[in-house]
């Protein structure tokens, strides 16, 4: 079984319909929405096909050439995070606004065009701030665009491509035991903080003592939970090796939750793929450059990567009406 067969596997029981029309139900319950049980049926319907066709999409991914795997990639995550959405907004989708991508790319490429250095900016209505606002209660990001390489170097399962080629550690890996987690001190000067700064900038309120040492800190709190851990701002879970990751870099210490990162990601990869035919077929043929490897290593790991963090939220959202 590969890792995106055991991801939707954990969420078989939710391809019944009973089992998911009653989790939404207490879910909308739980979160004060008004919501009629019976109008549940649909809303559980549409989430079960949402589901299916992302997963469909994610396979044929999996499966295709790299010059096509941007556009089915993109297209399987909209519709899982539609499916996300679902769990936590009954009237989804209120108007048409909300079906739009929610981003913008650049028109017409540049002669010089880098794919790492291009960016993407955010629209005020669409999918990406719809899910934003109802998936992670994030209103506003500080930024209003942001640039491919400030996105991926944030993905854990390329942390040891990017410090190699680029020279930079953007990701620092991290040590969890019991109810605790070990951090080093270059963590603190890289990102100009200090720790108290730290935990209430990135873990808010669920520590419970943070202390710092010589060479590291440690933030003690109810870790025991890996899906816990995942819900902090800094940290990042890398399926390859089973091992976490804080952000170590002070350009990118703002907070974006990963499965938004590969939303640009693909969102501008896609379009490029579609739109800029004459460079993408072009890089493809470069086989030795930072531009081709890059890309080529990201698509490789990003369609488990989603599958994992859209399993994640879901059994997350589900886990708070057992």
């Not at 890996?173 to 603190?188: A, E, F, M, Q, R």
């Not at 002070?250 to 990162?261: D, G, K, Q, V, W």
Request: with cysteine; proline share 2%; hydrophobic share 35%.
């Amino acid at each position: 079984m590969n890792k995106l067969e055991e991801y939707f596997s954990e969420l078989t029981p939710l391809y019944c319909i009973h089992n998911t029309q009653k989790n939404i139900y207490n879910l909308y319950c739980n979160s004060d929405l008004t919501i009629n049980k019976t109008s549940t049926y649909a809303k559980s319907q549409s989430f079960i096909n949402f589901l299916d066709q992302g997963k469909n999409y994610i396979k044929h991914s999996s499966l295709s050439d790299i010059s096509i795997k941007p556009i089915l990639s993109y297209y399987g995550l909209v519709q899982l995070i539609k499916a996300c959405v679902l769990l936590v907004d009954p009237e989804y989708p209120e108007n048409t606004s909300v079906l739009a991508h929610g981003l913008t790319s650049r028109k017409r490429k540049k002669q010089d065009f880098e794919f790492l250095s291009d960016e993407i900016k955010l629209q005020k209505n669409g999918l990406f701030v719809h899910c934003c606002k109802k998936m992670f209660h994030v209103e506003h990001f500080y930024e209003e665009k942001f640039s491919m390489l400030s996105l991926i170097v944030r993905i854990p399962e390329l942390n040891t491509f990017f410090e190699t080629t680029k020279g930079v550690k953007y990701l620092e890996k991290v040590l969890i035991k019991n109810d605790s987690i070990y951090i080093n001190n270059t963590v603190l000067d890289e990102l100009n903080i200090t720790v108290d700064t730290f935990t209430g900038k990135f873990i808010e309120n669920k520590i419970v003592s943070a202390k710092q040492f010589k060479d590291f800190f440690v933030i003690k709190g109810y870790y025991n939970d890996r899906t816990e851990i995942n819900k902090f701002k800094p940290f990042h879970f890398n399926i390859n090796n089973g091992s976490y990751y804080c952000i170590n870099n002070r350009h990118i210490s703002n907070y974006i939750p990963e499965i938004l990162a590969h939303y640009i990601i693909l969102y501008n990869l896609s379009m490029i793929c579609r739109y800029e035919t004459d460079w993408w077929m072009e890089m493809l043929k470069d086989n030795t450059s930072l531009e081709y490897n890059s890309i080529k290593l990201y698509l490789e790991n990003c369609n488990d990567k989603i599958c994992f963090l859209i399993k994640e939220y879901i059994l997350d959202e589900i886990q708070k009406v057992k």
